[in-house]
């Protein structure tokens, strides 16, 4: 079945950087995009940004541009999210998804979704 | 931005009675191409997002039949037509017409 195992939580200072891996499986990584979301504690989800499968291109939403960096290795299936400058607000559970859209500006949609990764921004 | 206003914030549901959750949009989410991008979504306690309806009223293989979405323009509603006790958690709405995709706030529901 489709699978999307994401890596385990982390702990950072304020101003640190994380990475979070998403590792695919069940699917042919190349052929849907990942969406990275994230959650913080009692609210819905917040949309973070896209990355094709197949190539480079990404698209991050506005709030998250110059912090943010989406990253993939087609060799293992894997996506990966960077997120720098990190502030105690950043504190929240980050989610991959896969995107069944196979479209780049509009209509994305999400499904499966990992487990999620708790990160902590803390000093 | 286009902001998702769910109602209500919870419900409390007598299994095999029937839940109705409201969604409303900032701006039409019809887009150009023909299609409304109007998504419901579930999570269930301690677990991620999972998708229940895409396309307003379109249901993912697997889900029971007895959810149902509806509406059109910028007024949407979830129908769950018999609710049973796995049917827990906190939906979502989520639109992506436009980004950044954006989702409600979500409502809660219990069953009594």
């Known amino acids: 079945q489709i699978e999307l195992v994401q890596s385990g939580a982390e702990v950072r200072k304020p101003g640190a950087s994380v990475k979070v891996s998403c590792q695919t499986s069940?699917?042919?990584?190349?052929?849907?995009?990942i969406a990275w979301l994230r959650q913080a504690p009692g609210q819905g989800p917040e949309w973070m940004g896209w990355?094709?499968?197949?190539?480079?291109?990404?698209n991050y939403a506005q709030k998250f541009r110059g912090r943010i960096i989406m990253t993939t290795d087609t060799s293992t299936s894997t996506a990966y999210m960077e997120l720098r400058s990190l502030r105690s607000d950043d504190t929240a559970v980050y989610y991959c998804?896969?995107?069944?859209?196979?479209?780049?500006?509009?209509?994305?949609?999400?499904?499966?979704w990992g487990q999620g990764t708790l990160v902590t921004v803390s000093s | 931005d286009i902001v998702m206003t769910q109602t209500p914030l919870s419900l409390s549901v007598t299994p095999g009675q029937p839940a109705s959750i409201s969604c409303k949009s900032s701006?039409?989410?019809?887009?150009?191409?023909?299609?409304?991008?109007l998504y419901w979504y579930l999570q269930k306690p301690g677990q991620s997002p999972q998708l229940l309806i895409y396309e307003v009223y379109k249901q993912l293989s697997g889900v029971p039949d007895r959810f149902s979405g509806s509406g059109s323009g910028t007024d949407f509603t979830l129908e769950i037509s018999r609710v049973e006790a796995e049917d827990v958690g906190v939906y979502y709405c989520m639109q992506s017409k436009q980004l950044p995709v954006t989702f409600g706030g979500g409502t809660k529901v219990e069953i009594k």
């Open positions: 998804a896969r995107d069944l859209s196979g479209s780049y500006y509009f209509g994305y949609w999400f499904d499966p």
């Open positions: 069940g699917y042919i990584f190349s052929n849907y995009a």
């Open positions: 701006q039409s989410l019809l887009h150009g191409d023909g299609k409304t991008y």
């Open positions: 990355i094709s499968g197949h190539n480079t291109n990404t």
